[in-house]
């Protein structure tokens, strides 16, 4: 999979280059480049690979909205006026990066709605992996709905491709009928339509697997904890397991398609900007240089994103995933035991070093889904069915592997605590914590103390697109943010 993001560049440039900066940026379906792109397999597969290359860039940014919101991480240099609104809550509508976030999504949604159109027809004989392209671009429309809906709430649905007239009188949609009418059906063919797993330069692709898994996280999240149960002890009997070691995870000098994996955003070192930034982006100045050096981070420490000292001071002190999640005490120990401070930060999380020669061009994915996460959902869909003593096996599977105690004889509610407060030190620093906050209805408790208001579980609409529709009737602001 990695070796086909050069064809990703140049599939989505040839199908998204007419596109205008409005709106969702949405091509008619009859312009010349549409029309005269999809015929052989070949020209379909070229198309889901579009969408994956916009994923691509957009998760480059991802934990701006996921991980910066919550109480997980900071930007504790404070030398970033758009990341610090990000981080307490002074968001302006009109910033380019919330904008751009928007039309990302509605790229990968334009791109696999012409994609669906024009395959209904194609000849099985001609394109003999219609089902599959099928599959994979239900998969990537739908994680890219539910990316939304739970960023922005209600939004546009555009479920094929509009004119632009229709682009203009596309409102916004319930975050109800989204989940019922796109993101659970297009789950639903993808876990049919996709393989289990690829061999060679499509591995990497989505499969079976990460469709059954991110719809049970689609069911956890819409509190159907009947059916997230089953869709998930599905993901349990198709050979995934844990990882024995917590830190290979986040090994880069390994294969990332491990057991533990399931679905990630693929980056590439060496091969042009293919890589990811999270590298550079995550590690803090030191003094003399010394931890690029010690690291082999060419191209700079960035600082951009800490764990907050709330985070680390979570972990049990013999907790073995402590370490490569945070680091505090304002420096690191080299292995000689030697010690270099940090320039102006505290802590800095290890989940994303590893050595660079190039700016930005880090090898490091970005975990979507891993097995863990499939673990403590199961938990949880387990508990709130009231077995709790079922999901004390697959929460403490996690638990043992991190070295601490396992739990015994918990009633609900603990349980209950447990398995969330397990999800933040199992997949912290990894885009999971707002969305888990959110889920559990306890974004305002937990950061009002931050600066969130009560309105702001959601975040604002991007005002750039407001203002091209300029209908209120059409798209409107969420409420708190006129």
Request: proline share 4%.
């Amino acid at each position: 999979m990695k070796n086909i993001h050069i064809i990703c560049l140049l599939a989505i440039s040839l199908i998204i280059a007419s596109c205008s900066d409005k709106f969702i940026e949405l091509d008619p379906i009859s312009t010349v480049n549409v029309d005269n792109l999809y015929k052989t397999d070949k020209d379909f597969q070229d198309a889901v690979l579009g969408c994956y290359a916009v994923f691509r860039e957009q998760y480059k940014s991802f934990w701006e909205l996921t991980d910066l919101r919550s109480d997980d991480s900071w930007h504790q240099l404070g030398n970033d006026s758009r990341r610090i609104s990000y981080d307490v809550f002074t968001l302006d509508p009109n910033v380019s990066s919330l904008r751009n976030n928007w039309l990302n999504y509605y790229k990968v949604i334009n791109l696999a709605n012409t994609m669906l159109v024009k395959i209904e027809g194609a000849d099985e004989a001609i394109v003999v992996n219609k089902a599959r392209h099928i599959g994979e671009a239900k998969f990537l429309r739908a994680l890219a709905y539910f990316d939304l809906v739970r960023l922005f709430g209600d939004v546009p649905m555009p479920t094929t491709p509009l004119t632009i007239e229709e682009a203009y009188n596309a409102g916004r949609t319930s975050v109800t009928t989204i989940y019922n009418d796109v993101i659970i059906p297009d789950l639903m063919v993808a876990e049919t339509n996709l393989p289990t797993s690829y061999a060679g330069a499509d591995v990497g692709r989505a499969t079976s697997g990460a469709a059954k898994a991110l719809l049970g996280k689609v069911y956890l999240t819409v509190k159907d904890f009947p059916k997230a149960e089953a869709k998930l002890q599905e993901v349990t009997t198709m050979g995934y397991d844990l990882l024995a070691n917590y830190t290979d995870l986040f090994d880069y000098t390994k294969d990332e398609h491990h057991s533990e994996y399931i679905f990630d955003i693929e980056y590439e070192q060496g091969l042009g900007d293919l890589g990811s930034p999270f590298t550079n982006n995550f590690l803090p100045k030191s003094v003399g240089g010394t931890a690029e050096a010690y690291f082999g981070v060419i191209g700079g420490a960035e600082e951009m994103n800490q764990p907050t000292q709330d985070l680390i001071d979570a972990f049990e002190p013999q907790d073995l995933r402590k370490d490569v999640t945070g680091i505090g005490g304002g420096g690191f120990y080299d292995e000689t035991g030697f010690f270099h401070r940090w320039v102006a930060m505290n802590t800095f999380t290890k989940k994303y070093v590893t050595n660079i020669t190039t700016h930005h061009d880090s090898p490091a994915n970005w975990k979507v889904i891993r097995y863990a996460d499939v673990l403590l959902m199961y938990a949880e869909a387990l508990n709130e069915n009231n077995k709790t003593d079922e999901a004390l096996a697959p929460l403490n599977r996690i638990r043992r592997r991190a070295g601490v105690e396992e739990y015994e004889n918990l009633d609900q509610g603990t349980a209950r605590e447990k398995i969330w407060q397990e999800r933040r030190l199992e997949l912290a620093m990894e885009g999971h914590r707002w969305f888990d906050l959110l889920r559990t209805e306890r974004a305002f408790s937990v950061m009002e103390k931050y600066g969130m208001k009560a309105y702001m579980t959601v975040f604002p609409i991007p005002l750039g697109e407001i203002r091209v529709i300029n209908n209120e009737n059409v798209l409107y602001q969420n409420p708190g943010y006129n």
